[in-house]
């Protein structure tokens, strides 16, 4: 159980291209996703926190109108970067908190595989 | 001082060692407490979740001392494949993680 996917794992694109990344709960409602990028040989960072029906929430810093978070359903949110420059190269990575008091708890995330974003 | 501190190792052990790593956080509020283990490339699996004082999994003991704000994973006999990079994650109260920098165990043959 507690199973999150992510499309696609990886993808090269060119400067200036926008590229839509997916992050789905299989087995379980997530009303909480979460957004991380991780650059190599560092922890992950927290981009934003995406809500089931509502906007978006995101860290200081980080570019609402660039990084686009969408969470229409209670089993998918989607991350578009738009206009993508090489510096956005990264590992991003999804995970989605299980609500449904799966073990007890409410507060565990579950992770997606990743992406692997590289911006030519 | 960051919110969550990890010694970034490496540690380099025996096969069959002990190892115990720290992660200090710097809020009292915090209400729970994550350790992930994570492999090069890949993301971030679910190891143990600490709420109260402790937990055990098998090989696995993590514990959490409020009073010193800090939480400890201790490995006991280890094995090749628990070479990885360890992440402790700390939930401040409003369902968000924030990370450590990872401590890094190569378990040595």
């Known amino acids: 159980g507690a199973v999150v996917s992510q499309h696609p794992s990886w993808v090269i694109c060119k400067s200036g291209t926008s590229v839509k990344i997916e992050c789905r709960s299989l087995d379980f409602q997530a009303t909480t996703m979460f957004w991380y990028r991780q650059f190599p040989k560092q922890s992950l960072m927290l981009m934003a926190t995406s809500n089931e029906g509502s906007k978006a929430t995101y860290e200081q810093g980080v570019e609402k109108d660039k990084f686009l978070i969408n969470h229409a359903s209670l089993t998918l949110s989607t991350l578009t970067v738009t206009s993508a420059h090489p510096e956005d190269s990264s590992f991003y990575i999804c995970?989605?908190?299980?609500?449904?008091?799966?073990?007890?708890?409410?507060?565990?995330?579950?992770f997606g595989p990743g992406t692997r974003l590289t911006v030519l | 001082r960051k919110e969550v501190e990890q010694d970034p190792g490496p540690f380099n052990v025996p096969e069959g060692a002990t190892v115990a790593f720290n992660c200090t956080y710097s809020?009292?509020?915090?209400?729970?407490f994550f350790w992930y283990r994570q492999d090069c490339r890949k993301e971030p699996k679910l190891l143990m979740s600490?709420?109260?004082s402790g937990n055990e999994d098998g090989r696995f003991t993590a514990q959490l001392n409020r009073a010193s704000q800090y939480i400890s994973l201790l490995i006991r006999d280890s094995k090749l494949s628990d070479s990885a990079t360890y992440l402790c994650a700390v939930n401040s109260g409003t369902y968000k993680y924030i990370f450590g920098t990872g401590t890094r165990l190569k378990v040595l043959a």
């Open positions: 809020n009292s509020a915090s209400q729970s």
């Open positions: 995970s989605a908190r299980d609500s449904s008091g799966r073990g007890g708890r409410t507060d565990t995330q579950y």
């Open positions: 600490v709420y109260s």
